[in-house]
């Protein structure tokens, strides 16, 4: 595919013929689009995840790194509603950063869950063992995640991350290479119009960059994000 499409799904079908009969085989398959730094990824919507060829842009995901940081810029844009006690929304970033040869086989990848506060703040989920794929044993201390929320225009917010480069010690982290890459996905829970009370975050208020179906603890099952401002245009493939 070319153009603006970031992600396609479909069905791969396998036909075996033996002594005159026909078996078919059918796989789910999901494609994404490799996105690279500085690129704003618009998020698909669930509830419009049947064509998954665009979305509304409501949501949107830019990635920024240096020598210090992954920076990750999420900004919802119009579509809150506030229920008394719950969140206008939420956000769950899952890294794959595991070394470039250890990328490359099945794993373990962790979300880490970032909340809005009544207070203006912003609450930083707990930092598992191996969030960042297997081989992270070091304990992490989610205070030094900076987090800070800003008003936009369209009475919509963004909400910025920053993970600090040390917490990725296990991988190369060779800024400009497109072969240097990080598994990567966003969920975004939103209270839009149909949040209800017993029903805060309906499935037309999620968005993510991919969803394969494949348990989402699966390495497998992520996006691919490289750590360059001119990805190489390649696609990934996840079959379920």
Not at 67 to 74: F, N, R, W
Not at 94 to 113: C, L, M, N, P
Not at 125 to 132: A, E, H, K, N
Not at 144 to 152: D, F, G, S, V, Y
């Amino acid at each position: 595919p070319s153009g603006p499409v970031t992600r396609q799904r479909g069905e791969l079908i396998l036909s075996l013929e033996h002594e005159g009969k026909t078996y078919k085989f059918t796989r789910g398959l999901e494609i994404s689009r490799n996105f690279g730094l500085g690129q704003a990824i618009p998020l698909i919507s669930a509830a419009d995840d049947a064509n998954a060829e665009a979305s509304s842009g409501a949501v949107k995901l830019t990635a920024s790194a240096d020598e210090a940081a992954l920076t990750l810029v999420c900004d919802i844009e119009g579509v809150m509603r506030g229920l008394a006690g719950k969140a206008p929304y939420y956000v769950e970033h899952q890294i794959d950063a595991r070394s470039y040869g250890k990328r490359r086989t099945e794993g373990f990848s962790d979300y880490i869950r970032f909340t809005p506060q009544d207070d203006g703040s912003v609450k930083v989920g707990d930092l598992r063992p191996s969030v960042f794929g297997e081989g992270y044993s070091r304990r992490l201390d989610r205070r030094a995640i900076e987090t800070k929320r800003e008003p936009l225009p369209g009475g919509g917010e963004r909400l910025v991350v920053k993970i600090p480069r040390s917490y990725f010690y296990l991988h190369e982290w060779a800024l400009g290479n497109g072969n240097s890459l990080l598994g990567f996905n966003s969920r975004v829970f939103v209270q839009d119009q149909a949040a209800t009370t017993e029903n805060p975050y309906p499935r037309s208020g999620r968005y993510y960059i991919v969803d394969s179906g494949i348990v989402r603890f699966d390495a497998s099952s992520l996006a691919v994000l490289e750590l360059t401002e001119q990805p190489t245009s390649r696609w990934s493939a996840r079959f379920y």
